[in-house]
C-alpha cells in the first residue's frame, strides 16, 4: 500500500515511524513532514489545506491510505472532498467528516452532542456579541474557577481557566468584541470548572464499531510542578496507573459507546481517530473536549506502547472488519519529554541549530522531531516544541530518566523541558 501522510509534527513523525513498520507499506510520503520523517519516507512539499494538489498527488502517486494528522484539514472538508473524488481515486482517508469533525471543530456543537446522549461533561452555557451582556452577568454569577473556550479552532490557545471574575470577564470580552481568535472567537462557550485529573482516551472507529487503541496522562503547563502557562504539550506517559480496568469500563460504558451511536444515530460520517479528552473526577469519568484526530504528543507515547500493525487496522476499519481486530500493547511503560524553544509559549526564535550527541539510541527510545526543518547547515529549530524523546522502562519514572538521558545528549540555543513529568507517579 501506499500512505500519505498530512503534517509536520511530532504525532506525524511517530504516525510515520509506526506505519513504516507494516508488512503492508509500500511507499510512505509526508506532506509537508519535518527533518525527522524523511528518515520514514518522503518529505513532500504540499500545503495541508490544498486539497486539489493533495488530490492530484494521490491520483500521481497511486495513494492507497491518506492520513490526515491535524484537525485544520478535517474540519474544513477534505474527506468529503476526497470522497467525492472516488471516480478517480480508489484509496481512502483515516479521518471524518467535515459535519462529524464539528466534534472538534465547534465546542457549542460538541457540547449539545454529548447533551443529546446524555454523555458526562461540564454544565455549560454559550455566547455571542448578540447577548453579550447576558454573558457578563452569567459570567459575574458563576462559581470559581471558571473556564472560558473560544467556539472555533484557535491551534490550541482557545481556553482560558480564570480564577477571578474580572479575569474571566476581560477574557470574555478580548474574545468576543476584541475578536482575539477571528471568527474562532465569535461565540464562547462557558463551562463549570470540572476538578481532578485530566487523561485521554484514543479510539478508532468508522462510525459503527470501534477499538480503543491507547491511553495517556498528558503534561500542559510549561514549568515543573504544573505551573506557568499551558503549551500544546509538554510530556505524556502511559499507561496511566489509576486507569484500571474498572475506570477503563465506565469510560467506556458512558462516553465511548454512546458517543459512537451517537454518530451513527445522527448520521455523522467518522472514519478515523477520536480523542476523548477526559477528566477524572473522583474516579468518574466526564468530558472535557473531543479532538477529531490523535493528540500531540500522546501520539508519541500510544503509538509506542500499541503492539498492533496500524496499517492493518486502518484497512480493517476501512472494510468493516475493524470490530474483529486484535489490540495488543507492550508490557513496558512509555513517557514522552518535549523540548521547547526559549520563550515558548510566547514568542521564540527559530533556525537554531540542533546538535544530537547520542550514538545510535536502541528500541527503547526514540527521537520524534516535532518543530525542525533541514537546512545545509544540518537540523535547525521551527517551531515553539521542537522534539519529544519517548522511552520506555519498567516503570514510569524509569521510563521518563531515560528520555531526560537522551535530552541531555541534545542541544540547541534556549532549549528547554520540564524534568518532572510522571512525578505523581513516582
Known amino acids: 500500500m501506499n500512505i500519505l501522510i498530512l503534517g509536520s509534527g511530532g504525532r506525524e513523525h511517530a504516525l510515520a515511524w509506526k506505519i513504516s513498520q507494516s ?4 511507499q510512505l510520503f509526508i506532506a509537508p513532514g519535518n527533518a525527522g520523517t524523511q528518515q ?21 502517486n497511486k495513494i492507497d491510505v491518506l492520513v490526515v494528522g491535524p484537525e485544520e484539514p478535517l474540519v474544513k472538508g477534505i474527506y468529503d472532498f476526497m470522497e467525492a473524488s472516488k471516480d478517480v481515486w480508489k484509496g481512502f482517508v483515516v479521518g471524518p467528516s467535515a459535519a462529524a469533525a464539528q466534534l472538534e471543530g465547534s465546542k457549542a456543537f460538541s457540547k449539545k452532542f454529548m447533551q443529546r446522549h446524555n454523555i458526562p461533561t461540564a454544565a455549560y452555557a454559550e455566547f455571542t456579541k448578540d447577548n453579550f451582556e447576558e454573558g457578563k452577568r452569567y459570567i459575574t454569577n458563576h462559581s470559581l474557577p471558571i473556564v472560558l473556550k473560544a467556539d472555533g479552532l484557535a491551534a490550541g490557545k482557545g481556553v482560558v481557566i480564570s480564577e477571578t471574575h474580572a479575569d474571566a470577564l476581560e477574557v470574555f470580552e478580548n474574545m468576543i468584541i476584541n475578536q482575539q481568535f477571528g471568527d474562532a472567537s465569535s461565540k ?3 463551562e463549570e470548572f470540572l476538578e481532578g485529573i485530566e487523561v485521554s482516551v484514543f479510539v478508532l472507529t468508522n462510525g459503527t464499531d470501534y477499538q480503543i487503541i491507547g491511553h495517556a496522562k498528558d503534561y500542559k503547563r510549561i514549568g515543573e510542578g504544573d505551573t506557568g502557562l499551558n503549551t500544546g504539550g509538554m510530556g505524556c506517559v502511559t499507561p496511566v496507573p489509576f486507569m484500571d480496568e474498572l475506570f477503563m469500563q465506565q469510560v467506556e460504558e458512558t462516553i465511548i459507546l454512546p458517543t459512537v451511536k451517537g454518530l451513527q444515530q445522527e448520521g455523522l460520517v467518522y472514519n478515523g481517530f477520536i480523542f476523548f479528552g477526559l477528566m477524572n473526577c473522583d474516579g468518574t469519568p466526564k468530558v472535557i473536549e473531543y479532538n477529531c484526530r490523535m493528540g500531540d504528543p500522546e501520539t508519541e507515547v500510544v503509538l509506542a ?13 476501512d472494510n468493516g472488519t475493524l470490530e474483529d481486530a486484535n489490540i495488543n500493547f507492550k508490557e513496558d511503560y512509555f513517557a514522552t519529554v518535549m523540548a521547547v524553544s526559549g520563550g515558548y509559549p ?3 526564535e527559530k533556525g537554531k541549530l540542533i546538535t544530537f550527541s547520542h550514538k545510535n539510541l536502541d528500541n527503547s527510545a526514540m527521537v520524534f522531531h516535532a518543530g ?3 537546512t545545509e547547515q544540518g537540523v535547525v529549530t521551527n517551531g515553539g516544541r521542537v522534539l519529544t524523546v519517548t522511552a520506555s522502562g519498567e516503570s514510569i519514572k524509569a521510563a521518563v530518566e531515560k528520555s531526560k538521558a537522551v535530552l541531555a545528549t541534545i542541544h540547541f540555543e534556549g532549549m528547554n523541558y520540564r524534568r518532572d513529568i510522571g512525578y505523581e507517579f513516582e
Open 23 to 26: 508488512h503492508h507499506c509500500n
Open 40 to 60: 520514514f519516507g518522503t518529505n513532500v512539499n504540499l500545503g495541508i489545506t490544498d486539497f486539489e494538489a493533495i488530490k492530484t498527488f494521490c491520483i500521481d
Open 188 to 190: 464562547v462557550v462557558i
Open 305 to 317: 506502547r500499541l503492539d498492533t500493525d496500524l496499517l492493518s487496522l486502518f484497512a480493517a476499519m
Open 346 to 348: 510566547g514568542d521564540y
Open 372 to 374: 525542525t526543518k533541514q
